[in-house]
């Protein structure tokens, strides 16, 4: 790859990580109507949620490019080029909300 190739491309990849930091999802299961007020940014987007738009087709224009990548940077397994957008420790949004884990039923006495 010449000086110039490596160079456009490095310019390529911060546009897009920039992109990945900055566009919400602006519809769907993690669009505004579910994560008001601007939905999800698409670097929090499940990998599960990628897959599917690769399966169903991505959409059209910037946002359809930009999902794609991310799928691509999930399906090979390079996640960790979003760790510094996401922080040390962040994960990316899980598919379902998380369930109540205890119960209270009350005070029923049984019969015996």
Not at 47 to 69: C, H, I, Q, S
Request: glycine share 8%; proline share 8%.
């Amino acid at each position: 790859m010449e000086e110039h190739e490596m160079q456009d491309w490095r310019e390529n990849l911060a546009e897009m990580m920039a992109a990945f930091a900055s566009t919400h999802m602006p519809f769907g299961k993690y669009g505004p109507q579910h994560f008001p007020p601007k939905g999800l940014l698409l670097h929090q987007l499940p990998a599960e949620y990628l897959m599917w738009f690769k399966k169903a087709g991505f959409p059209k224009g910037n946002l359809g490019r930009l999902l794609e990548a991310l799928c691509e940077i999930h399906y090979t397994g390079a996640e960790a080029v979003l760790t510094p957008l996401r922080g040390p420790d962040a994960k990316a949004h899980p598919l379902r909300k998380e369930r109540r884990k205890s119960f209270d039923f009350g005070s029923r006495e049984t019969q015996a």
